[in-house]
């Protein structure tokens, strides 16, 4: 291979000229500022002796940079004369981690982070957050969660710019908020503490703010005000998103009288002027206003609109052409559909960015998420791979074609990316189909989850078990062939690959357990050892505070297990 071919996300127009030359002094190439047609555009040539380096803006020459690292790993290597000539599908290249569902990395983790994504050419970060941030006079919400400080926020501002990344605020300032309602401070400002449908499941508030409590948005306040002196970026996401309870408790009223759209459309142009009172730019997730879109025009023109959805068939086009008649331009917000899995879903993932970025969308950025949905369960390397696919869909448009190229680059081996795609869809065939043993009502497709994950942690328990024991013996063959022919590349990450594989097939011991009359007496021995190997692994990457939480859900199966047992 020559150093070109390891260039990730690969340039856009390269020509390899004849003669070439060992590279040298490759990080000492200054970068020249030119005139080009296209934001965050740049360019690279090496004549076999020199490197010469041009770029449109601070963002490419930010990108520039980037591919001069990656060459320079290369250093004293004979590499062909060569010109290249890149430029990214969108401006703004971004992603967002969940840090609220008990995960909430290290300082370390977020500098490797910060490294990693502009190595990949991305250049916006965002850390989704409910109750993890360490708010003063909120003590009693973030105590036990390991929050980020200010200090720590601040500290990573600095190193973001310093690598070309946007850090943007990031509160959830209406829904999910479980987690400051419960507490009977803030107990008094919830839409309602009893029963709501959440799309098609029962749960038990509280979940959102009450919208029409002037309370509410005091506390709202009080929460932009502090975040504002952390952030050198001006912007901010106010969430806002899956607010189902409203309308269900005590602005009900309201609601009958003007509308759940109103209602809701009310409560977040406030929020949105209170950012902008302390000099933020608001973004919201626009899911409740794109369900309705006459909502969009009740909405203050300034309000960033982000349209996220995570399935192949998510109608991005829909929205797309929605947010354009009523005069917006948005951000596309696929995902990497690591959550709610152990191994991620392959499938899903590269339709979802293929979807997301197809040329004909006139999105003018995009946002890609991980969530950690009951508990962030799914490991690092894990994200990290699905995060090098996003990557080339930001740069190019369509998920990487070529897998091993991304892999080579974040984990040095071209072959486990492959193996990771693999591993991914290892129960792809049954959560394609549910069976032919399964009941009439049983999702043909399931969503939103893998069917090991969902084996375990069902979203909707009162549906009826997923596959039969034949696809389930197969899944766990599929397992047992990926464990023997995984990549070892450094100790961290061939553990918790590990992990994923023995979690992935004890979630088939319980199926096959369940779908048969033998009874798997180890498994909740198994289970326990499971469980304290994902402890030692969390406290390598992440901070403690929410492994409590995070492991209940695998105290809660023991239990079951146990039970079922008896």
Known sequence: MTPLEWIYPSPRELWVLPGGGPLREVLRTRIERTEGEYTGAYSISFDGTKITARAHDGDGEHSARSVLRQLAAHEGSECP??????????????????????????????????????????????????HAFAYRGHEAVWRDASPMTADEIRELDRLCAEHGITLAANQNCFGHLSEWLKHPEYAHLAETHGPYDFYGITRDGPFSLCPTDDRSLALVEDLIGQLRACFSSRMLNIGCDETADVGTGRSRQAVR????????????????????SHGFEPMFWADIALASPETLDLLPSSLKPLAWGYEPDSPFSDWDAA?????????????????????????????????????????????????????????????????????????????????????????????????????????????????????SDTPSVLRNASALFNELYPANPALPPRGSLSQWSECTGRLRLL??????????????????????????????????????????????????EYRRLWSLRSRPGGLVRSTAHIDGLARSLEGSHR
């Open 81 to 130: 004369a060569f010109e290249l000539r890149d430029w990214p599908r969108f401006a703004t290249r971004g992603f967002m981690l969940d840090i609220s569902r008990n995960r909430v990395p290290t300082m370390d983790s977020l500098r490797n982070l910060v490294g990693v994504l502009s190595t990949l050419r991305m250049n916006h970060l965002q850390l989704y957050t409910e």
């Open 257 to 276: 009288d003007r509308g759940k759209g109103a209602v809701y459309a009310e409560f977040v142009s406030k929020i949105a002027r209170v950012a902008e």
């Open 323 to 439: 947010l354009r008649g009523a005069g917006r331009r948005g951000w596309v917000c696929p995902g990497t559909s690591c959550w709610r899995s152990f191994a991620g879903r392959t499938v899903e993932r590269r339709g979802n960015l293929d979807a997301a970025t197809a040329p004909d969308l006139s999105f003018d950025g995009i946002l890609v998420t991980a969530w950690g949905d009951v508990g962030h369960q799914q490991q690092w390397p894990i994200t990290l791979h699905a995060l090098g696919d996003a990557a080339h869909a930001a740069w190019h448009g369509g998920a990487n074609p070529h897998p091993g190229a991304a892999s080579r680059l974040l984990f040095g081996s071209p072959d486990l990316g492959p193996w990771l795609d693999e591993l991914g869809d290892a129960d792809q065939h049954i959560r394609s189909d549910a069976g032919d043993t399964q009941p």
């Open 483 to 532: 464990r023997e022919s995984q990549s070892r590349v450094g100790e961290l990450v061939d553990d918790e690959l590990r992990w994923t594989i023995e979690m992935s097939l004890l979630a088939c011991r319980v199926a096959i357990a369940r779908r048969s009359d033998r009874a798997d007496e180890a498994l909740v021995d198994d289970l326990a050892r499971a469980e304290a």
